[in-house]
């Protein structure tokens, strides 16, 4: 996603920005109550994304197919400036119902409310398992810190810190309550 500054400093020709609206409007396909995107989606992300060349600027320009529809339905000439947010938790929708402007700080609460954020097994790099975690919560201070450690791969500060509820503390809380 473009940074503020970038948009900012982005002046956008009223051709060309007539030229993203016409291509978000005719690439929409309604899926049950979305309108998504069908052009290119990034496969990283999901988002709709394009790009059009700027006559006389020798380059192309990057458009979001999301925030031009939410910028397009608020009647701005321009991306807005701040964060489009799906109510819909779809990236490639482009339904000006559901999506609204807000902060980068909007945006991660958002995220974790919904539970969309990266924690326990969803981070690429855990070693560790859900239930490794609650099989080390159940040793709980009975077996050594270095012995669980040498048991999981991980280092014993891994393990104090799971055992203090600083790493997944999803499952410490379902430990501490259960």
């Avoid at 482009?94 to 995220?111: F, K, R, V, W």
């Avoid at 709980?140 to 799971?162: D, E, M, N």
Wanted: a positive charge.
């Amino acid at each position: 996603m473009a940074s503020k500054r970038m948009l900012e400093s982005l002046e956008i020709d009223p051709t060309l920005w007539g030229r993203a609206v016409s291509k978000v409007a005719s690439s929409l396909e309604d899926k049950d109550d979305c309108q998504v995107y069908a052009g290119h989606t990034n496969k990283r992300n999901g988002y709709g994304s394009f790009s059009l060349w700027v006559r006389g600027a020798d380059r192309s320009q990057v458009f979001y197919a999301h925030r031009v529809a939410a910028a397009h339905a608020r009647g701005l000439t321009t991306p807005s400036d701040g964060v489009v947010m799906h109510s819909c938790d779809n990236p490639a929708c482009c339904n000006p119902d559901h999506l609204s402007i807000g902060t980068q700080g909007e945006n991660l609460a958002d995220m974790r409310e919904k539970d969309r954020h990266a924690r326990g097994e969803r981070v690429p790099n855990s070693k560790l398992t859900a239930a490794q975690v609650r099989e080390i919560l159940s040793a709980g201070k009975l077996v050594p810190a270095r012995v669980l450690a040498a048991r999981f791969g991980v280092k014993p500060r891994q393990i104090h810190r799971i055992l203090r509820g600083e790493r997944w503390g999803h499952i410490y809380k379902e430990f501490a309550h259960g």
